[in-house]
């Protein structure tokens, strides 16, 4: 018998949905916009969600969401984007949809998703590196990802030594030189001149123009050092690349794979790989995640 | 029935041995010289697990060594200190006591006793960080250790930005400032003065001495660098800081808690605690690795 499940990753714009089978094929894909922060964002994200659960019938669904995520409580502890404080999503969504509903973390979702369907296929410890408008960080290990009640995962918060201050307070955060965001904003701030984001810069440094490769040199060097601290204490296998950045491919993991070398010595030195799943990662496990509670309530079957 | 563990850890210059019980009371504790490194190393150290194992019988063994060690395979891969590389352990040591025998890495091992029996008690997620003539570090998550084929826990050999030179071929390295050897040392370089170690420093300390206020303080702020990077990744609950220099206590737990509550901004700030089980870490984890592997043995009944 066929079981459906559905994965949903509410983003900080849009909110991305997948129908998958248990076999893992997709069935389906929608995306719709996230409802805007304010106070009715809790109940406006339940009806969203429920409204997604009625269109596309499934056994089993997963909800992922940004922000600090308590998944053994099943509480989103903030999201700074959305402008939540401690939800308790699980019952939330359980009493909506009166049936259980997985809940998780979006990154720690596509860092599952990566590990099982992407990048990261076959290896025994991975590290998922989204680059987007933020940088954020998940580690898996023989399949399970490590979530520390919500708290893990900052990477781009730690200080990898360019002395620029951070809106989180921090000094050096990684964030502020090698997110998609910081690589664009840097550019114009050098240069005066807008871009549409930090491919426009990569297009730029393909290009040779100097501008453009002294912020691309100074985010890779900001992201080896923060994969070479990673590559010593937790040793993944592979490290995937995600989100926005990872967009540029052989111009972000060419000279991210050589300054690692050069970095490390007798550290075990990850693969660099680009993710698979793009935009889809955090809904892909969010039904991964589905599936997997569900396999864990004894008795219950599916359908 | 009382079951009987004999844990060993196979260190540096000694083989610290505990007999425990399945209800973990301490029956007995040894201590031998380690075996000298050299070509017979490998067979020199079955030999004593062996005649340790006859001494102080028992139902179940487990053997923890230094270096690489690759757990699911049995292997120690690498020992700089004692001279192996690629040895076969698990096996070998089945074969030489005719029974298999639960193999595992000192710190990893550290870790779990902490975990279970001392300073992170109760905690799901923990670091643990000896500091002694080296540094390294392990994290304990739900009841495991985070191990990556034996590569993790490398936190000595993260560079903190003080720019000098590590024998391991890097720079910057929080061991060249931070282990219980460098601060002696470094103590020593700047002053003429030569001390019995890092605990005469922290006297001089306590005493207001000016070169080793300095010292002590530059070891201190490489240890915060590597605890905050660690409290935004990994989010521990609590850092059991282990190893000689947690003999200082509050002369190091107070700076460290101090440093890491002004260096993070939004991250879950880790309780720092002493580690509770000293020199016998190594030895009582390697029991509940024995302990542990045996439970994982179906229809294999104890004693």
Chains 1, 2 share one sequence.
């Not at 990802?145 to 919500?150: F, K, L, Q, S, T």
Request: charged share 20%; glycine share 14%.
């Amino acid at each position: 018998m066929l079981v459906l499940v559905l994965g949903v990753d509410v983003g900080g714009t849009a909110t991305k949905t997948v129908l998958v089978d248990d076999a893992g094929a997709v069935l389906e894909v929608r995306s719709r916009p996230t409802p805007r922060p304010g106070p009715e964002i809790v109940p406006e994200v339940l009806d969203l969600v429920a409204e997604l659960a009625c269109e596309l019938p499934s056994d089993h669904v997963g909800v992922a969401v940004p922000g600090i995520v308590d998944e053994p409580r099943g509480v989103g502890v903030f999201s700074k984007n959305l402008g939540w404080q401690d939800v308790p999503f699980a019952d939330l969504l359980a009493d909506r949809l009166c049936r259980p509903v997985a809940f998780t973390h979006d990154v720690r979702a596509g860092a599952l998703a990566e590990h099982a369907l992407g990048g990261g296929v076959g290896a025994r410890t991975m590290l998922f590196l989204p680059i987007g408008t933020g940088i954020a960080s998940a580690l898996v290990t023989d399949g399970r990802v490590h979530d520390a009640d919500g708290y893990a995962g900052e990477l781009g918060h730690v200080d990898v030594g360019h002395g620029e201050p951070c809106p989180c307070g921090g000094t050096g955060c990684l964030e502020v030189v090698a997110s998609a965001s910081a690589i664009a904003r840097r550019y114009t701030a050098r240069t005066g001149r807008e871009v549409g984001g930090a491919v426009d810069v990569a297009r730029r440094v393909e290009a040779g123009e100097r501008a453009a490769v002294s912020v691309w040199d100074e985010a890779v060097e900001g992201l080896v050092t923060a994969l070479a601290w990673t590559a010593g204490v937790l040793a993944p296998e592979v490290v995937v690349v995600g989100g926005g950045l990872s967009g540029a491919k052989g111009l972000l993991l060419k000279p991210l794979t050589e300054g690692l070398s050069a970095r490390l010595t007798f550290q075990r030195t990850p693969r660099l790989a680009p993710a698979v799943l793009g935009g889809l990662a955090g809904c892909r496990g969010a039904a991964l995640t589905a599936i997997a509670t569900q396999s864990q309530v004894p008795g219950r079957r599916a359908g």
